[in-house]
């Protein structure tokens, strides 16, 4: 006998079964963007077309930000697999839990100085810390040091001990 909780699920499985189907089996022109800001082609012959990307200021940014989240979310996973297997140690769970509100408080750390650097230079800019390094990625045309002593300045003076602070433009 099927009961009504059953029976949603199996509406719902099959609609996600059939969306995942037409998904995969819809024509790969759909799926490709016409965007200028992505893509452009190349005027070549008729008998051949390479698609070129245009890499923007904003898309280096993006990048950087995508490789960084793939790290610490690999990291994340391991630390959570030690928190949920029965067999580690309350010590080790613990070192484990402890990493995790680090990389967390780090994380909130990073958005805090890009917010800053955007509030108060107006850039967009990418922000890693490790330990007492911190790099930063400006995304900006101008090339100024002047400029990178003003924004080291700034990021140091929410810190009480020197920081180790890099800042590199990206055009």
Do not use: C
Request: net charge negative; proline share 1%; aromatic share 8%.
């Amino acid at each position: 006998m099927i009961n009504k909780k059953n029976l949603w699920f199996l509406t719902l499985f099959s609609l996600i079964l059939v969306l995942s189907v037409y998904y995969v089996t819809m024509p790969s022109e759909l799926l490709m963007t016409t965007n200028n800001d992505y893509t452009n082609t190349k005027e070549v012959s008729k008998s051949e077309e390479e698609p070129t990307v245009n890499v923007e200021e904003s898309n280096i940014l993006t990048a950087l930000r995508i490789e960084a989240e793939e790290q610490v979310s690999s990291e994340l996973e391991e630390l959570q697999s030690i928190l949920v297997n029965a067999d580690a140690s309350a010590e080790e769970k613990n070192l484990a839990y402890e990493k995790i509100k680090n990389i967390n408080n780090i994380r909130t750390e990073e958005e805090k100085l890009e917010n800053i650097i955007k509030d108060t230079f107006n850039l967009k800019a990418f922000v890693k810390i490790n330990g007492d390094q911190i790099r930063v990625v400006i995304s900006s045309d101008k090339h100024d040091n002047e400029l990178a002593n003003n924004i080291i300045r700034k990021i140091q003076e929410n810190y009480e001990q020197n920081k180790y602070i890099s800042v590199k433009f990206q055009v």
